[in-house]
């Protein structure tokens, strides 16, 4: 769960690497404790400890112009702390982390605000040493204090990290520059990578008081100025519209080797829009730089103006992203409603959406059907198990469903009215099964008479006409489906709190699944609200399977218990599968670029790119 800079259209860009003794040695305290440089799983970090920048940045990009982009919706908070309100974008440019991923590396993270990281052989804590340089914007150092600060205010106000991070039994200063995180058990792998991956606040500009001269409360939404250690600072503010971020020219870590050739334009701005097609038109008339767009039937027929046939505004579909990431697109049904607790009622509402119409009519077939949890990469679960995933699963036989064995996972296959009428019949027969009958027109609960009946709640009216053919669909059984579109921040209160019948939803899931498993399916999570174990899991089976996942003693079994677990993820029938194409969709006008040689796993946005020079 990484908090990354780099927004590329995610859900939330999650990175999980797990800790492994193969970092370069930095220095030996004397105790036996090593200090690394950085962290890997599955051999050796790509890059020594001395290496001079990473290898797909351009060391010649200017520092200069301006990025204006696009956002959906509005905004009314800028305390990334707590799990109220609707955050503004951008907050990640103006915070460092401890340690910085490389998009070259799918495991590989490095040192930020710390120069170095070390732990035992058991994993049961992490030391991190703090770089003497590192500083506040306004000067002042960074400290353990602020770390153990921060940490401390995340598990007690945001619900998402407190159980992220539920393992970290404590943190404390362990010397001038060095603060050491203690977890509540041993071996387990991922804990010292991902305590390098949050946030660090300043202590004293929280515990300060404001340009008002009032007391800053960390506990409360806020639409001041927030400060960060990180390479941008909050320049301007226009509540709910707008928000400016100015590089500052004072970072501390701008000649740092992970920094070099990063963070390139002067100002980057952010403009919020109602209505996406608005959005689409301000890019369209230059007034927005950058666009990554989401609507296949939008990148098919609404990008043939001018400026993209003479060539000034650029299209690109890149595949780097999905590389080492795997999505499960999906609407979310909400077990912990009555309506949706009998999986064949799950199992039949799948039955009743024609992918294969809609993809055709709106996408202009330019989607895939989602068929794993961990789809598009070699984590995802197909056919029948074998070997060491069956019989991690034979172990569970009295708790999955028996077709984990035997029926491999499939969608059901629409397009035609054929295949339409026989998946309706068969949706109509599950729903008797679980005591459901068509009556009239009609679906009824075969005791009590009620009428099946729910909303799908969205958050953006571009996702109706997606939705729409499905709710078309069910009519024609007699389930009565209707769409809600609120604005973002009832949407957030609403899903933080669990309340709605179904959702849209994306877990973006990368190759190293390890604690936030737990977050997403895990009972522990099943009913703290602000979780995203949106369902409602509650499965003994699933909890067994990712304590395999955390705790695997190698690659091989990690990969079987991840399988197995997606087989009973998708078994179950807990969402019902959407679709994704599987490449990043962006369009930008020709004054801003990037480096020829885009990272092998992103594309490094906004990062490594910046105002193209004119010769």
Same mark, same amino acid.
């Given at each position: 769960?990484?908090?990354?800079?780099?927004?590329?259209?995610?859900? =939330?860009?999650?990175?999980?690497?797990?800790?492994?003794?193969?970092?370069?040695?930095?220095?030996?305290?004397?105790?036996?404790?090593?200090?690394?440089?950085?962290?890997?799983?599955?051999?050796?970090?790509?890059?020594?400890?001395?290496?001079?920048?990473?290898?797909?940045?351009?060391?010649?990009?200017?520092?200069?112009?301006?990025?204006?982009?696009?956002? *959906?919706?509005?905004?009314?908070?800028?305390?990334?702390?707590?799990?109220?309100?609707?955050?503004?974008?951008?907050?990640?440019?103006?915070?460092?982390?401890?340690?910085?991923?490389?998009?070259?590396?799918?495991?590989?993270?490095?040192?930020?605000?710390?120069?170095?990281?070390?732990?035992?052989?058991?994993?049961?804590?992490?030391?991190?040493?703090?770089?003497?340089?590192?500083?506040?914007?306004?000067?002042?150092?960074?400290?353990?204090?602020?770390?153990?600060?921060?940490?401390?205010?995340?598990?007690?106000?945001?619900?998402?990290?407190?159980?992220?991070?539920?393992?970290?039994?404590?943190?404390?200063?362990?010397?001038?520059?060095?603060?050491?995180? &203690?977890?509540?058990?041993?071996?387990?792998?991922?804990?010292?990578? @991902?305590?390098?991956? /949050? %946030?660090?606040? %300043?202590?004293?500009?929280?515990?300060?008081?404001?340009?008002?001269?009032?007391?800053?409360? =960390?506990?409360?939404?806020?639409?001041?100025?927030?400060?960060?250690?990180?390479?941008?600072?909050?320049?301007? @503010?226009?509540?709910?519209?707008? @928000?400016?971020?100015?590089? &500052?020219?004072?970072?501390?870590?701008?000649?740092?080797?992970?920094?070099?050739?990063?963070?390139?334009?002067?100002?980057?701005?952010?403009?919020?829009?109602?209505?996406?097609?608005?959005? /689409?038109?301000?890019?369209?008339?230059?007034?927005?730089?950058?666009?990554? *767009?989401?609507?296949?039937?939008?990148?098919?027929?609404?990008?043939?103006?001018?400026?993209?046939?003479?060539?000034?505004?650029?299209?690109?579909?890149?595949?780097?992203? $999905?590389?080492?990431?795997?999505?499960?697109?999906?609407?979310?049904?909400?077990?912990?409603?009555?309506?949706?607790?009998?999986?064949?009622?799950?199992?039949?509402?799948?039955?009743?959406?024609? $992918?294969?119409?809609?993809?055709?009519?709106?996408?202009?077939?330019?989607?895939?059907?989602?068929?794993?949890?961990?789809?598009?990469?070699?984590?995802?679960?197909?056919?029948?198990?074998?070997?060491?995933?069956?019989?991690?699963?034979?172990?569970?036989?009295?708790?999955?469903?028996?077709?984990? $064995?035997?029926?491999?996972?499939?969608?059901?296959?629409?397009?035609?009215?054929?295949?339409?009428?026989?998946?309706?019949?068969?949706?109509?027969?599950?729903?008797? *099964?679980?005591?459901?009958?068509?009556?009239?027109?009609?679906?009824?609960?075969?005791?009590?008479?009620? %009428?099946?009946?729910?909303?799908?709640?969205?958050?953006?009216?571009?996702?109706?006409?997606?939705?729409?053919?499905?709710?078309?669909?069910?009519?024609?059984?007699?389930?009565?489906?209707? =769409?809600?579109?609120?604005?973002?921040?009832?949407?957030?209160?609403?899903?933080?709190? /669990?309340?709605?019948?179904? @959702?849209?939803?994306?877990?973006?899931?990368?190759?190293?699944?390890?604690?936030?498993?737990? *977050?997403?399916?895990?009972?522990?999570?099943?009913?703290?609200?602000?979780?995203?174990?949106?369902?409602?899991?509650?499965?003994?089976?699933?909890?067994?399977?990712?304590?395999? =996942?955390?705790?695997?003693?190698? &690659?091989?079994?990690?990969?079987?218990?991840?399988?197995?677990?997606?087989?009973?993820?998708?078994?179950?029938?807990?969402?019902?599968?959407? /679709?994704?194409?599987?490449?990043?969709?962006?369009?930008?006008?020709?004054?801003?670029?990037?480096?020829?040689?885009?990272?092998?796993?992103?594309?490094? $946005? %906004?990062?490594?790119?910046?105002?193209?020079?004119?010769?």
């Amino acid at each position: 769960m990484a908090w990354s800079r780099q927004k590329t259209g995610l859900a =939330i860009a999650i990175m999980a690497a797990v800790v492994a003794v193969s970092g370069v040695q930095a220095q030996d305290s004397g105790q036996g404790a090593k200090w690394r440089h950085g962290m890997a799983v599955i051999g050796d970090l790509e890059l020594p400890a001395d290496f001079k920048q990473l290898p797909y940045v351009d060391l010649d990009a200017p520092k200069a112009g301006q990025l204006r982009l696009a956002a *959906e919706g509005t905004f009314d908070n800028l305390n990334l702390v707590i799990d109220r309100g609707s955050p503004v974008l951008g907050l990640g440019m103006i915070y460092d982390t401890l340690m910085k991923r490389s998009e070259n590396e799918v495991f590989g993270t490095y040192g930020l605000l710390a120069e170095a990281v070390s732990y035992p052989d058991d994993m049961s804590s992490a030391t991190f040493r703090l770089r003497t340089e590192a500083k506040w914007a306004d000067g002042k150092p960074v400290t353990p204090d602020d770390v153990i600060f921060s940490m401390e205010k995340l598990k007690e106000l945001s619900a998402m990290y407190s159980g992220y991070y539920r393992h970290v039994a404590s943190v404390e200063k362990t010397g001038d520059r060095d603060v050491t995180f &203690r977890f509540d058990e041993k071996d387990n792998k991922e804990l010292p990578s @991902i305590v390098g991956d /949050f %946030p660090i606040l %300043p202590k004293h500009f929280w515990e300060g008081q404001d340009t008002q001269g009032k007391q800053r409360d =960390i506990s409360k939404t806020t639409l001041d100025a927030v400060m960060g250690s990180g390479p941008y600072k909050v320049a301007a @503010i226009q509540p709910g519209a707008s @928000i400016r971020y100015e590089l &500052r020219d004072d970072y501390w870590g701008k000649d740092l080797p992970i920094n070099l050739g990063q963070n390139n334009f002067r100002t980057i701005s952010y403009t919020y829009f109602a209505d996406a097609d608005v959005e /689409f038109e301000a890019f369209r008339a230059g007034t927005i730089d950058y666009r990554q *767009e989401n609507s296949s039937s939008r990148w098919a027929t609404r990008y043939d103006f001018d400026a993209v046939k003479d060539g000034r505004v650029k299209r690109e579909a890149l595949t780097n992203p $999905f590389k080492a990431t795997g999505v499960m697109q999906a609407m979310a049904l909400n077990t912990r409603r009555e309506i949706f607790k009998d999986a064949r009622v799950r199992e039949a509402l799948n039955y009743a959406f024609d $992918f294969e119409d809609m993809n055709r009519s709106l996408a202009y077939g330019g989607l895939k059907r989602v068929d794993s949890f961990f789809w598009g990469t070699e984590l995802a679960s197909s056919g029948l198990p074998q070997g060491r995933e069956l019989e991690l699963l034979l172990e569970l036989k009295d708790k999955v469903p028996p077709r984990v $064995f035997d029926t491999p996972y499939t969608n059901p296959v629409g397009g035609d009215p054929a295949k339409v009428r026989d998946n309706l019949r068969k949706a109509v027969g599950l729903f008797k *099964e679980a005591g459901w009958e068509l009556k009239g027109n009609r679906m009824v609960n075969s005791k009590t008479g009620q %009428p099946m009946s729910f909303e799908i709640l969205l958050n953006s009216a571009s996702m109706e006409r997606s939705v729409n053919p499905f709710v078309a669909s069910l009519k024609k059984i007699g389930i009565d489906a209707r =769409i809600r579109t609120v604005d973002g921040s009832q949407y957030i209160n609403r899903t933080r709190s /669990f309340d709605y019948d179904v @959702i849209w939803s994306v877990w973006a899931q990368t190759m190293n699944p390890g604690n936030e498993q737990v *977050e997403y399916w895990g009972s522990q999570s099943a009913e703290r609200q602000g979780s995203r174990n949106y369902v409602g899991i509650a499965d003994p089976a699933v909890d067994a399977l990712i304590r395999k =996942i955390i705790f695997a003693p190698n &690659r091989d079994e990690q990969v079987a218990a991840i399988k197995a677990m997606d087989r009973v993820l998708l078994a179950n029938h807990y969402v019902m599968p959407l /679709f994704y194409a599987g490449e990043a969709k962006v369009a930008y006008w020709n004054r801003i670029t990037h480096p020829a040689t885009l990272p092998e796993y992103g594309i490094g $946005f %906004p990062d490594i790119w910046s105002e193209k020079q004119t010769k």
